[in-house]
Nanobody
Framework: QVRIVESGGGLVQPGGSLRLSCAAS????????VDWYRQAPGKQRELVAG???????NYVDSVKGRATISRDNAKSTVNLQMTSLKPEDTALYYC????????????WGQGTQVTVSS
């Protein structure tokens, strides 16, 4: 059974930092690319950051310089470190894993809430 579990969300003040974690089980994690998405109320889900099996990374412009995505295949985890958080970063953050070759093998977590507010 595949499980994707996000953690690390919470309430943080503007300018603060958070580290989101995505833990996977039931898959050969090293074969999967991993993305973080977020969805704010009333808005479409957007891709925030991604990391490939080869450790190539990409970021949406709005978080460049403030976010760092990394993976630990031995622990089957991906972390998203975010700094200088802004109120507009408030959203439900989701982890999405997808096989590097077979796109039909893709899995979502339930999300972790990030709220940036004073």
């Amino acid at each position: 059974q595949v499980r994707i579990v996000e953690s690390g969300g919470g309430l943080v003040q503007p300018g603060g930092s958070l580290r989101l974690s995505c833990a996977a089980s039931g898959i050969t994690f090293s074969f999967y690319n991993v993305d973080w998405y977020r969805q704010a109320p009333g808005k479409q889900r957007e891709l925030v950051a991604g990391i490939t099996t080869g450790d190539n990374t990409n970021y949406v412009d709005s978080v460049k310089g403030r976010a760092t995505i990394s993976r630990d295949n031995a622990k089957s985890t991906v972390n998203l470190q975010m700094t200088s958080l802004k109120p507009e970063d408030t959203a439900l953050y989701y982890c999405h894993t997808h096989h590097r070759t077979w796109a039909s093998y893709n899995y979502w977590g339930q999300g972790t809430q990030v709220t940036v507010s004073s």
